[in-house]
């Protein structure tokens, strides 16, 4: 995809703050830290349009891109992350269970996982509340210059295994340092918005 026109929308913690222009939206979700400011500002080809944090757990709202005034990406807030109470890991599930639950305008979700690592439970939990949603995701495995290119069947084989993924999903390896995989993460968000 040509980018023309990028740019950071407005946070929300609940629906009325929700933007209101009707364009279809791809979520992006996964733990704290596993790079979904860096694969934002990868796909949008800026370099911090999305504050990439030293900090895990900092995108406690959601966030939404306006990409070439007719498509959203959304960042949910990043979930594991242990240094942070119950009661705020549970707020920050409800953002995202709110927003994936009422989001008429949400087309799929981009679930991110480290492909250096299994998938962890939270993970799993995830993916069967996107299973819920009736919606097809888009698996990104970050981190992908921290591993050579012969490992990634096997380490795409073994998250598709762990999620228990049907043959259609695709698993993307992906890396902002390397820039692998941005091509093919919006092939496959085009793909879904025929």
């Given amino acids: ?26 979520a992006l979700a996964g733990r704290s830290n596993v790079g ?7 796909l949008l080809n800026r370099k911090a349009i999305a504050r990439v944090g030293n900090t895990p757990g900092k995108t406690r709202v959601i966030n939404f891109y306006n990409v070439n005034d007719g498509l959203m990406l959304v960042d949910l807030p990043g979930y594991g992350y242990a240094k942070v109470s119950k009661a705020e890991k549970k707020s920050w599930g409800k953002l995202a269970e709110t927003y994936l639950a009422v989001r008429k305008t949400l087309r799929t979700i981009l679930l991110l996982v480290d492909i250096r690592h299994e998938p962890t439970e939270d993970d799993c939990i995830m ?68």
Avoid: H
Wanted: zero cysteines; charged letters at 30%.
């Fill in 1 to 26: 995809m040509i980018i023309k026109k990028a740019e950071f929308i407005i946070t929300a913690v609940d629906p009325l703050g929700y933007p209101d222009n009707g364009w279809p939206e791809i």
């Fill in 36 to 42: 979904k400011s860096s694969l934002i500002n990868a």
């Fill in 127 to 194: 993916m069967d509340y996107i299973r819920q949603t009736g919606r097809a995701p888009v698996i990104v495995a970050t981190k992908a210059d921290k591993i050579s290119r012969v490992e990634y069947k096997k380490q795409t084989d073994m998250i598709r295994t762990v999620l228990n993924l049907a043959e259609d999903i695709r698993v993307i390896p992906f890396s902002s340092i390397k820039r692998i995989g941005i091509e093919e993460v919006w092939s496959a968000i085009e793909n879904i918005m025929k």
